[in-house]
Structure formats: structure tokens, C-alpha cells
């Protein structure tokens, strides 16, 4: 027999499924605030790495060549989809005989 009464555990039964609840919400709530600040600095981060491209008349994969990436990679840059490291970035620079300030730059926001 247990020493405590039936109505004891279905309580605290409820108010684990609460906390649970409670985690969970408080998890999606810093997911997307984290989503928001991750989008944020992506759309201040800009790059000119297409149209370098275009002008040098090199494919997404004769870059990647040169820079010691993947093709997919490059396509994300491109795009702004992900955002180099600064290895990555100056490596991309020199391919293109350019300092790196004239192929990624801060986007100035207006607010």
C-alpha cells in the first residue's frame, strides 16, 4: 500500500506534464529567437561573389576548385545561406585578386 493518497500522484503527475509543457515552450521560444538573430546577421552580411563570378566566367565548381570547397557550398555563399569563415572568405578574396572588403561586406540597415 502507498503511503501517500492517490490524489498526491495524479497531481504531480500534472504538474510534471505542466513543466514539460513549460520546457518545451520556453525551448521553442530561445529556437526562434536564436533563428531571428541568426537571420538578422545574415542579411547584414552581403557578398558580391556571383557576379565576380559571372565576370571571371567561372562555374560554382571551378570557385569551389580554387578555394578548396564544394560547389554546394560556394551555391550557399551565393546566396547568403551561409556566411564563410574568415578563412573561407579571404581565401575567396584571393581567388578573385580582390581584398575581401570588396567581395563581402555590412549591409548598412536602415532603421
Given at each position: ?20 509543457y ?43 576548385d ?39 561586406y ?6
Open positions: 500500500m502507498s503511503l501517500l493518497p492517490t490524489s498526491f500522484y495524479l497531481k504531480m503527475t500534472m504538474i510534471h506534464s505542466k513543466m514539460q513549460i520546457v518545451y515552450i520556453l525551448e521553442y521560444i530561445n529556437y526562434n529567437k536564436f533563428k531571428l538573430i541568426r537571420e538578422r546577421i545574415s542579411r547584414m552580411l552581403v557578398n558580391n561573389v556571383r557576379e565576380l563570378r559571372a565576370r571571371f566566367r567561372w562555374s560554382q565548381q571551378d570557385l569551389a580554387a578555394i578548396g570547397a564544394t560547389r554546394q557550398t560556394v551555391g550557399l555563399i551565393e546566396k547568403g545561406d551561409y556566411s564563410p569563415s574568415i578563412t573561407l572568405a579571404l581565401k575567396i578574396a584571393s581567388a578573385f585578386k580582390l581584398p575581401v572588403e570588396e567581395v563581402f555590412l549591409k548598412e540597415e536602415v532603421e
